[in-house]
């Protein structure tokens, strides 16, 4: 689809990120200023459409898995209207308050949202935030209550607290810890406290369990992910939460959670009835690194993010040590995740990516290789597929949208940020 006719590019530069532009609709790619974020169109439409196909596809008959992407992976507003409108998204997941102000409150405010901020608040000064926002969907009869997570009675009474002389709705999810050992209740009987504890609260309504694994999305091999979902503390958990609520006459609506790497498996245990997938939309280096096996699916999806940089300085060409030294350092790409991998010309030996400090890196070709004068020019762009690609946006103001070899769209990344 054209985004210029979709109403999606970006005309002008908000008030709100008065930042300078690296690129203009209409520009050719070459002229882009580095280092900048550049999204695929093509790809990055196809790994829309792809997902809701590959969740069919795989659904068992009678099944109505939900779809509720994760925003933290690109934090733009026109991205988020995009997965509803052609990607079969029917909310939102905000990690931070930052990221659902920048919805609620951003260029695509009028908008009706489904926001459920999946990490838990636990300060009065972020109640306030909270409290704003629900305000704002409020004044949208077809945006939905926004919905939080608890694994603490602390948390429950910040809310309360909160929503004590309103008559706005909340709702409310409990995290249950299935594996990562970060957040969530570690057992039934405390889910259930909890959950009794939320029903007493006529502005609170209990919506059901959010069960995330985060360190599973990387496990390489596609047998380990399935067999964690799988797994008596996982699945096994949910369902003695499940049996627990349901003996004590509490109605548990909806089980979510998943991610780019296990989805398929969630989907499978027959225990969630919605996939909170984020990264699919641009598919990062280390979730191409994950061992490829037949029904993975993260290797349908294709790689769309990149970043633009430069070559800045070239020295030592025709010899064993040459210098290529690139304008995107740990300022413009993430590393926590291993370096990014670059992409060179098919006839190319494989070259390595070198953090060079906060502004430059350094293309490292094999050992033993010498790269020739005529191979690499100053001021050529070279690719960089981020290693994560969540916290290499975080890094940028825009995202660069290009079809071809011209750019279509820019998007403002509104909900950038450490994410109060």
């Not at 919805?103 to 489904?114: I, K, N, T």
């Not at 067999?227 to 958990?237: D, I, L, N, Q, R």
């Not at 993430?334 to 390595?352: A, C, R, T």
């Not at 350094?362 to 969540?390: N, T």
Request: glycine letters at 8%; hydrophobic letters at 35%; charged letters at 20%.
């Amino acid at each position: 689809m054209s985004f210029l006719k979709s109403g999606l590019a970006l005309k002008s530069v908000p008030n709100y990120f008065p930042k300078s532009i690296p690129a203009k609709i209409g520009d050719d790619a070459c002229n882009i200023d580095t280092p900048s974020l550049v999204v695929d169109l093509d790809a990055f439409e196809y790994n829309l459409k792809l997902l809701p196909n590959i969740v069919e596809s795989i659904s068992a008959k009678g099944q109505n898995i939900k779809i509720r992407p994760h925003y933290k992976s690109h934090k733009c507003p026109s991205i988020s209207v995009l997965q509803h409108e052609i990607g079969g998204a029917t909310g939102i997941c905000c990690a931070k308050i930052t990221e659902a102000e920048s919805l609620v409150f951003g260029s695509q405010s009028s908008r009706a949202w489904d926001i459920l901020i999946t990490n838990q608040v636990a300060s009065e000064r972020k109640m306030e935030r909270i409290y704003n926002v629900i305000k704002k969907l409020a004044e949208n009869p077809q945006s939905a209550p926004l919905g939080v997570c608890v694994d603490d009675f602390f948390q429950i009474s910040l809310l309360e607290k909160m929503l004590a002389s309103t008559s706005f709705k909340l709702d409310v999810y409990i995290e249950l810890n299935v594996g990562q050992e970060r957040c969530g209740v570690n057992c039934p009987a405390e889910a259930l406290e909890i959950a009794q504890r939320i029903t007493s609260f006529t502005s609170f309504n209990f919506k059901g369990l959010l069960a995330y694994n985060g360190s599973n999305q990387h496990n390489r091999s596609h047998l380990e992910r399935s067999e964690t979902v799988m797994s008596s503390s996982f699945k096994g958990k949910i369902i003695s939460c499940l049996d627990t609520f349901k003996e004590n006459n509490i109605k548990c609506q909806i089980v979510t959670g998943g991610g780019t790497g296990s989805f398929p498996y969630e989907i499978q245990s027959g225990v969630f009835q919605e996939i909170q997938p984020g990264s699919y939309i641009f598919m990062d280096a280390d979730y191409y690194s994950n061992f490829t096996e037949l029904g993975d699916h993260n290797h349908a999806f294709k790689k769309s993010s990149f970043v633009y940089s430069r070559i800045q300085s070239l020295k030592g060409l025709d010899s064993l040590n040459p210098r290529i030294i690139l304008d995107a350092g740990l300022k413009a790409i993430s590393l926590d995740s291993g370096p990014p991998e670059v992409l060179l010309p098919q006839d190319y030996p494989k070259f390595e990516y070198l953090n060079q400090g906060d502004e430059h890196g350094k293309l490292v070709p094999p050992i033993g290789c010498i790269v020739g004068s005529k191979q690499f020019k100053l001021g050529e762009i070279i690719k960089l597929v981020p290693g994560h690609c969540d916290p290499t946006v975080n890094m940028h103001n825009f995202l660069i949208g290009i079809r071809g070899n011209k750019v279509e769209t820019v998007w403002p990344i509104e909900g950038r940020g450490p994410g109060h």
